[in-house]
């Protein structure tokens, strides 16, 4: 028997084995590593979905949602609280953009990449307790002098589109406060929000809720992650599939029940089917 042609034989397949076993590892490597990403995470100071507490933390349902996607991910980006309007302009023109929380809707459909959604809200006018304003339509809403509204948000451009044209929009970090201080004053007849930011707002600022009224609901929305149009779909399926499983282990459901307003939030809707109309 040749066993010098066996001892080569076998070095062959030894080699073949060692570059095999090298290959996989390298590719285990590079498949592991070179999937390091970097995003810019930026919010708005907004009821209980994200705001500002006393010391200067940005706290909310939804941040503590974004947070807990972020630890089970290992990632650790910083979230910033900017105005809607510059938040906007950022995700819609820079690469790798993160803002919330985004209601999503056919207009924006295809501007933004989705994730979500974390809650659900309804957008509704309000009015100062005692006001003699009757409102059951949205003729009647079209009808008073003036309705306060954030530049460039969701509700304002859902009354544009519906064709009021009363009113009265304001921008920047405190444009919640402000429209709330104009309500109590009568500067304007009506607000349109949600019912966790006005109350949320008149509490930080100590006015008595129980003088705000909600008058009319006009809408039903989904609120989302949004993520600039060229982010990584890999990306963006990992912070979906993390948020889903949030949903099914509980962690979701829990994290909302700590804030005043978040079970009423609650939504397990399926992303496709979540869309406002």
């Known amino acids: 028997?040749?066993?010098?042609?066996?001892?080569?034989?076998?070095?062959?397949?030894?080699t073949v084995l060692c570059c095999a076993l090298l290959s996989l590892s390298l590719t285990t490597v590079l498949s592991s590593t070179a999937f390091c990403y970097d995003l810019t995470i930026l919010t708005e100071n907004s009821g209980e979905n994200n705001y500002l507490d006393?010391?200067?933390?940005?706290?909310?349902?939804?941040?503590?949602?974004?947070?807990e996607i972020m630890q089970r991910r290992n990632l650790d980006f910083t979230i910033k609280i900017v105005p809607w309007k510059r938040?906007?302009?950022e995700v819609l023109h820079r690469p790798n953009v993160v803002l919330f929380s985004m209601v999503r809707t056919f207009e924006r459909e295809k501007l933004f990449k989705w994730v979500g959604p974390m809650n659900v809200t309804k957008f509704s006018f309000f009015k100062k307790k005692g006001s003699d304003i009757t409102i059951n339509t949205l003729g009647?809403?079209?009808k008073v002098g003036a309705i306060g509204c954030i530049g460039?948000?969701?509700?304002?451009?859902?009354?544009?589109?519906?064709?009021?044209?009363?009113?009265?929009?304001?921008?920047?970090?405190d444009a919640n406060l402000r429209n709330l201080e104009m309500l109590m004053?009568?500067?304007?007849?009506l607000w349109?929000?949600?019912?966790?930011?006005?109350?949320?707002?008149?509490?930080?600022?100590?006015?008595?809720?129980?003088?705000?009224?909600?008058?009319l609901t006009v809408k039903k929305a989904y609120v989302y992650l949004a993520f600039s149009k060229d982010t990584d779909d890999k990306i963006v399926n990992e912070w979906q599939h993390t948020l889903e499983?949030?949903?099914?282990?509980?962690?979701?459901?829990?994290?909302?029940?700590?804030?005043?307003?978040?079970?009423?939030?609650?939504?397990?809707?399926?992303?496709?089917?979540?869309?406002?109309?």
Do not use: C, W
């Open 54 to 67: 006393s010391n200067g933390q940005i706290k909310g349902f939804n941040t503590d949602i974004v947070r």
């Open 192 to 215: 349109i929000s949600t019912d966790q930011i006005v109350f949320k707002t008149a509490n930080d600022t100590g006015i008595d809720s129980n003088e705000i009224e909600e008058t």
């Open 140 to 142: 009647d809403a079209k």
């Open 1 to 14: 028997m040749d066993t010098s042609g066996l001892h080569h034989l076998a070095r062959f397949f030894l």
């Open 152 to 173: 460039d948000d969701v509700r304002e451009k859902l009354l544009k589109r519906l064709g009021f044209t009363n009113l009265s929009s304001l921008f920047g970090k």
């Open 245 to 277: 499983s949030m949903k099914k282990d509980g962690t979701y459901k829990k994290i909302l029940s700590q804030y005043p307003s978040g079970l009423k939030r609650i939504t397990f809707d399926p992303p496709n089917n979540a869309q406002p109309e």
């Open 87 to 89: 938040g906007y302009h």
């Open 185 to 189: 004053l009568g500067r304007i007849d």
